[in-house]
């Protein structure tokens, strides 16, 4: 491969000196200096700036930049000085800043001109010799000489200031202008800005809003406060919208922020008659919401609002658990704490943007007193019985489902979930055992709720209790098949098979049934026995219910549907004109708590008296005489006979579910003891207290005295043992 040779070109400098004319540089300045004269003066278009940019191109080439740089300086200045005073000379407000507006722009269209002709010494001399280029050159000169003069800077400020004063007082001002006059000061830099400008701008506007705040808070109510905060809030928003540094809006919001809102917080929510308690009172959702985005803006704005709110609730709450009016009907106990739930959970939704340590503080409050009431969870549980028994008048599925939601939310609340657990057991007894249940889908919708929020082992006896439910169905079926011929035309028995430890079914005394009764009891009896091996049937008669054909005065028939007591007493009268309460008692050996809430609802309800009572009177008494009611009248064939009783536990009832509620609660903290004990085998007394709560919470609080003597047993059995040298510490025995 043949390889070219490069030719090397060399350009060599003139050998000969090139002599210039000694005044060529100061006569070629004065060409350029008449040219900067002419367009300050608005003569610019006789200029030729082709000649003018070659003439400046050639002082720089002949090595004059710092004579043309020092001539443009000085006669800049010259001019703006001749402007000054120009500027100076103008009447005060919107004149003062419209000369010197017309100034500025004239200004910026010179630079741009000179800066044209100068470009080459501009790109060229000013960085080699760390100039200020031409165009930032003019904007400092401006700056000083204009800005900073003694006679216009103060003014310049003052104008400004006085003009945000009578638009804040409601005056029309022309923003255009302030808005020039503002990015005149933005252009020559932002520290010009900030110090001649936005510094006092916030200092004086600190001392506006601290005045003004003192008057609204001694002349408003809290609300109208809150309306005057938010619209010089949003005044100032738009005020720099319009005419100021968008930078400044963190600044004069954080200003009015400080001396309208969190300088007064804590007056405005304590505020009597219209402060935060009020607006939560009667539902001011708009003053809320306002009161909220403002107090979001400052620091514990929120907190200060959570802190009072929460301190409401929890009084408002305290007094309504514990109110002894409201006490006696557990439905609308429960009916209030779920309309104080809807009001506040709309509260926190709407004006309080669904905030979630809002909604914490509200279900922490919810906690706090419903636990205040022991009785908190039978109400609840008598609530949902109503709602089940009697349903919601024209309400949808949907609805109830919403209603049984809300219940949900109120039972999350409770403590002793174990105590609602056995209420609702034993409503849903009664529910089931009366067919008095509004609908199955509703019930088991319920069962599935509760099995959601607390597991499996919770809802297993509930749904044992239908499936008994089902079982007792196909029982009866076959009993009636089986044994039809062998009944007759005696009385129809329908049984209800129930697995012992499924219902709540206690030991109760044996009633003395009607002969009658008895006997199609045995025959079931037998049936069922012969059918199950290995069973045994124990009678629950103050669970049943009956319907007796009867026939008053002038042939009257009614068909009466009574409990199995009432039954039970008013088949007596078969026999009997007039009977005593203790003839009663003997005869039935019902017990006598039940037998006068039976002889109640037969003999002292209107309309359903089916007894006459004397001496007539709404209790009864051992020296009562009943007799069969010949003259009692009904418009309907059926006539329903409610059992007169307690919506809620009298106090021996209630001492005596609490016993077993208690003696329900050892062998599960007993089970958490172990369960504990097996994985970590060794533990001190402390941490074993704070485990077993922190399993059990779900259910119960454990008391920690009850832990301890449960400790004690587990020792006393050999499941645990004392450290020997540690008392407090103990050891898992395998």
């Known amino acids: 491969m043949n390889s070219q040779r490069r030719k ?89 800043l419209e000369k010197l507006n017309e100034k500025w722009a004239d200004h910026n269209k010179a630079l741009q001109m000179i800066r044209d002709i100068l470009m080459y010494m501009d790109r060229s001399y000013v960085p080699s010799c760390h100039k200020t280029p031409v165009h930032e050159l003019g904007l400092n000169l401006w700056r000083d000489h204009i ?126 008659n219209s402060g935060l308690v009020n607006m939560l009172i009667d539902d001011k959702y708009d003053d809320l919401s306002r009161m909220y985005s403002l107090f979001k803006r400052v620091p514990e704005g929120l907190s200060t609002i959570r802190d009072v709110m929460t301190s409401y609730l929890r009084e408002r709450g305290r007094l309504l658990v514990t109110d002894p009016e409201r006490l006696k009907d557990p439905v609308e106990f429960v009916q209030c704490l779920l309309n104080e739930k809807d009001k506040h959970d709309k509260i926190i939704n709407t004006a309080f943007s ?57 039972f999350r609340y409770l403590q002793e979930k174990d105590v609602f657990e ?32 607390c597991g499996y082992q919770f809802t297993s006896k509930l749904e044992g209790m239908f499936t008994d439910m089902k079982t007792s169905q196909d029982t009866m079926l076959d009993f009636y098949t089986k044994q039809s011929a062998e009944l007759g035309d005696g009385p129809t028995l329908a049984v209800q098979i129930l697995t012992t430890g499924s219902w709540p079914t206690q030991p109760s005394p044996a009633c003395n049934l009607p002969p009658e009764i008895l006997t199609v009891c045995e025959k079931f009896r037998t049936y069922y026995l012969g059918t199950h091996n290995g069973r045994r049937l124990t009678w629950q008669t103050n669970m049943g219910t009956a ?63 089916i007894l006459r009572k004397e001496p007539m009177s709404k209790d009864i008494s051992e020296e009562d005489v009943f007799h069969f009611n010949d003259k009692f009248t009904s418009k309907f064939v059926k006539v329903k006979i409610g059992t007169v009783v307690a919506q809620k536990e009298s106090e021996p009832e209630k001492q005596e579910t609490r016993q077993r509620v208690e003696e329900d609660r050892k062998p599960q903290i007993e089970a958490a003891i172990v369960r504990i004990m097996k994985s970590r085998r060794v533990l001190d007394h402390n941490s074993i207290v704070a485990e077993v709560t922190k399993q059990l919470q779900s259910r119960f609080l454990p008391n920690p005295v009850v832990i301890k003597k449960r400790i004690e047993s587990l020792i006393e059995r050999e499941f645990l043992e004392r450290d020997k040298a540690d008392r407090k510490l103990y050891r898992y025995l395998a």
């Open 422 to 453: 056995k209420y609702y057991k034993q409503h849903l007894a009664k529910r089931l055992l009366s067919g008095k249940t509004v609908s199955d889908d509703a019930e088991r919708s319920m069962i599935v709720k509760l099995k959601t929020e």
């Open 147 to 272: 800005i900073h003069s003694s006679k216009i800077q103060a003014r310049l400020l003052d104008t400004l200031l006085d003009l945000i004063q009578r638009e804040r007082t409601g005056d029309v001002i022309n923003r255009g202008l302030m808005r020039s006059i503002t990015k005149m000061l933005m252009d020559l830099g932002s520290s010009v800005y900030q110090e001649d400008f936005e510094k006092p701008f916030l200092d004086v506007s600190a001392r506006f809003y601290s005045g003004e705040s003192q008057q609204f808070i001694e002349s408003c109510d809290c609300g109208s406060y809150l309306k005057k905060a938010e619209r010089r809030l949003n005044e100032e928003m738009e005020r720099v919208s319009h005419y100021l540094d968008a930078k400044t809006e963190v600044k004069i919001t954080s200003v009015v922020e400080r001396e309208i809102i969190a300088n007064h917080m804590q007056r405005l929510v304590h505020m009597d």
């Open 547 to 609: 319907d007796i054909k009867a026939t008053f005065g002038k042939g009257q028939k009614h068909e009466l549907n009574v409990s199995t007591y009432q039954m039970c007493v008013l088949m007596l009268f078969n026999s009997a004109d007039g009977l005593t309460y203790r003839e009663i008692e003997q005869a039935t050996e019902i017990p006598a708590l039940d037998l006068k809430r039976c002889l109640q609802s037969l003999a002292c309800v209107k309309g359903k008296n």
């Open 354 to 410: 669904n905030d979630k340590t809002f909604q914490n503080a509200l279900n922490s409050s919810f906690e706090y007193f419903i636990n205040l009431n022991n009785r908190s969870p039978e109400f609840i549980s008598l609530y949902v019985d109503d709602k089940l028994r009697k349903g919601l008048k024209g309400a949808s599925e949907e609805e109830v489902e919403v209603v049984l939601d809300k219940v949900m939310m109120l």
């Open 8 to 96: 090397i070109f060399k350009i060599e400098a003139f050998k000969h000196k090139v002599e210039h004319d000694p005044k060529y540089a100061e006569r070629t300045w004065k060409v350029l200096e008449h040219a900067i004269h002419e367009i300050y003066n608005n003569n610019a278009s006789r200029l030729s700036f082709e000649e003018l940019y070659r003439t400046a191109y050639n002082m720089v080439l002949h090595k004059y930049s710092e004579k043309l740089y020092s001539g443009l300086v000085a006669t800049l200045t010259w001019h703006l000085n001749k402007i000054a005073k120009s500027i100076e000379s103008a009447q005060q407000g919107d004149l003062f």
